[in-house]
Nanobody
Framework: QVQLAESGGGLVQAGGSLRLSCAASGRTFSNYAMVWFRQAPGKEREFVAGISRSGINTGYADSVKGRFTISRDNGKNTVYLQMNSLKPDDTAVYYC?????????????????WGQGTQVTVSS
């Protein structure tokens, strides 16, 4: 089992930045592809960004490309999401998730382990 814990959410004005962290414990972190999803009220959970277990490959939703950056530190068992130029539409609960593979998938059903989520609110 892998336990995931997100942190770093909060309230920020439009145009601002936040960095989310997801700390993993339990199994060898470097064996897992890691992703961030988000879910806004009344909407389905959507893929935001992902990083392969090697850290070589990353992928982003079109809505966040050029503004968000995913990275990982396998020595610290942590994945990060740097969010810049935030917009009110980015308001959501952000979740990290893990899958025991190299490849990143954009479907939430592909992921075995989830964190509890962290709220990000962007005011206009």
């Amino acid at each position: 089992q892998v336990q995931l814990a997100e942190s770093g959410g909060g309230l920020v004005q439009a145009g601002g930045s936040l960095r989310l962290s997801c700390a993993a414990s339990g199994r060898t972190f470097s064996n897992y592809a890691m992703v961030w999803f988000r879910q806004a009220p009344g909407k389905e959970r959507e893929f935001v960004a992902g990083i392969s277990r090697s850290g070589i490959n990353t992928g982003y939703a079109d809505s966040v490309k050029g503004r968000f950056t995913i990275s990982r530190d396998n020595g610290k068992n942590t994945v990060y999401l740097q969010m810049n130029s935030l917009k009110p539409d980015d308001t959501a609960v952000y979740y990290c998730a893990a899958r025991g593979s190299e490849i990143v998938y954009s479907s939430s059903s592909a992921y075995d382990y989830w964190g509890q989520g962290t709220q990000v609110t962007v005011s206009s």
